[in-house]
């Protein structure tokens, strides 16, 4: 049974400051009583790079809860108006979701669009105001159990630095997470998706040179706009008030098995969307770097924890950001991770290194299985949106088209069979509320454990 102890201050150590590890950072931090939190980012500097990112309303549920949502609007994140999708050839569209004011009604959040760079600066900024520990330069090389007095604890080793001890770690470390390796016991690679992305951003003087009329109406669009063909799509919208835009182009993987990113040239690049929409190809003209990434993916991890360790984000499932979700799981896992261990903190954590190690180590396997169903349905609809998009002229693409046509403006309810006009799929993609879900599993577990249920009956 548990018994109520004398509040003890769980440590929090999070690897990497990306946006998963620094929402999870945050969140610890603006539970009540706070969680102690170390965020170690082995980057020496946070800078303001990369290019668009959506919030989509899951995520930006979780901004809200945040309390985020008023400072990314000041750092210019703005409202989608709607998600277009166009044909290749022409531009023409084949279906426009309607999205402003009816995905707060829908869904409980809007769909904002932001720069990346601005929104890592958000979360840092608040992870530090409200009080984490963020280390630069911090370049985390191993965890080990505790030992001795420190038995129970995590010991995460630093490169250069003073080991540092936690109650639990967190593996926000991405892509080529090292924690990863740690929790599995042997090093697990993502794996190739077929597919690599260009993307940059430019500025509005550019678009502005070309002085055409398509290419001037869909820039004052507040819309995501894509354009879909044969084994590739291009993905364009507005940034800082329409001062940037954001292009990312998808196409199929041609770099050598293994290479990570490589510089391509822009006739190449430009050579995908040969025959495509001329505005289209406009746009693409106003990339000045072809950098090439490779888009890597795991289908399912088996575990996503090892007793007090657990990872999120991209350690856990990278998948193809064909949804516009990757950030957006990482920000979820982070938010239901902090909830979690505060709820346990605050419902009587015990004194006993051996029990309290058992208690959190409960608490870690109860994340995983709440997140770790959710990912995988993310990462196969990452799949199936990427089927859907890149059909070639035929039978399935016309049968797409007709289907996309018909999707009502509004009263929007119904099934499809692409993913991307399926009401259903889109509310539990969109719409779930993973806060309350995560409460109500976690006082459901504290209540078996409570009746005297097994240590380890956290499976849902
Ligand atoms: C083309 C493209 C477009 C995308 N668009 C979207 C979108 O619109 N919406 C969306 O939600 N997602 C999108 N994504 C996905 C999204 O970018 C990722 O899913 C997200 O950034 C993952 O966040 P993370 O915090 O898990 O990892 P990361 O952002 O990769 O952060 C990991 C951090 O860990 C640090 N680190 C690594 N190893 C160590 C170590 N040993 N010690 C200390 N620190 C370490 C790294 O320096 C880094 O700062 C897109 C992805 C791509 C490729």
Not at 8 to 29: D, E, Q, T
Not at 96 to 102: C, L, N, S, T
């Amino acid at each position: 049974m548990l018994q109520k102890q004398a509040l003890y201050p769980v440590h929090v150590v999070v690897v990497g400051a990306g946006i998963g590890g620094l929402a999870c950072a945050i969140a610890c931090r603006r539970s009540n009583p706070p969680l102690e939190v170390t965020v170690l980012e082995r980057a020496p500097e946070i800078l303001a790079i990369g290019a668009g990112i959506h919030i989509p309303p899951n995520a930006c549920r979780i901004v809200k809860h945040l309390g985020l949502v008023e400072e990314l609007k000041k750092a210019q994140a703005y409202s989608v108006e709607g998600f277009t999708l166009r044909r290749y050839e022409d531009g023409r569209v084949l279906a426009e979701k309607p999205m402003g004011d009816r995905m707060e009604t829908e869904y409980g959040a809007e769909w904002l669009a932001i720069h990346r760079g601005d929104y890592q600066n958000v979360l840092l900024g608040s992870a530090r105001k409200n009080g984490a520990q963020v280390l630069l330069d911090a370049d985390v090389v191993g965890v080990e159990e505790g030992t001795g007095e420190s038995s129970g604890k995590q010991i995460v080793l630093i490169k250069s630095k003073d080991p540092i001890t936690a109650d639990v770690v967190v593996g926000a470390d991405g892509l080529w997470s090292g924690l990863r390796e740690y929790v599995l016991g042997f090093p697990k690679p993502p794996l190739e998706t077929g597919d690599l992305a260009y993307r940059g951003t430019f500025t509005r003087e550019q678009l502005k040179t070309f002085k055409n009329k398509r290419v001037d109406e869909i820039m004052e669009a507040a819309n995501v706009q894509v354009w879909l063909g044969s084994n590739r799509h291009a993905v364009f919208y507005p940034l800082r008030d329409k001062t940037e835009y954001n292009l990312v182009l998808l196409v199929a993987d041609d770099l050598p098995p293994g290479m990570r990113t490589a510089q391509g040239n822009l006739d190449e690049m430009a050579a995908n969307f040969e025959g495509w929409d001329p505005a289209l190809n406009l746009i693409i003209s106003c990339l000045k770097s072809a950098l090439k990434w490779k888009l890597l993916h795991f289908q399912e991890l088996d575990q996503w924890t090892k007793g007090t360790v657990a990872l999120l984000g991209d350690a856990s499932h990278p998948t193809l950001p064909y949804q516009g979700q990757g950030a957006a799981m990482a920000v979820e896992d982070g938010a239901i991770l902090g909830l979690l261990l505060s709820k346990l903190q605050n419902s009587g954590i015990a004194s006993d290194p051996e029990e309290r190690y058992a208690q959190l180590t409960d608490v870690l396997r109860l994340y995983e299985d709440l997140r770790k169903k959710r990912t995988e349905v993310n990462v196969a609809g990452a799949l199936d949106t990427r089927h859907y998009y890149h059909l070639s002229d035929g039978n399935e693409q016309i049968r797409r088209d007709q289907e996309l046509a018909e999707l009502p403006a509004s009263n929007w309810e119904g099934p499809c069979n692409f993913n991307w006009g399926d009401a259903p799929y889109q509310k539990s993609l969109l719409g779930f509320d993973s806060l309350a879900d995560a409460e109500r599993n976690f006082d459901a577990w504290l209540g078996r454990r409570r009746q005297g249920g097994s240590q380890g009956d956290v499976r849902l």
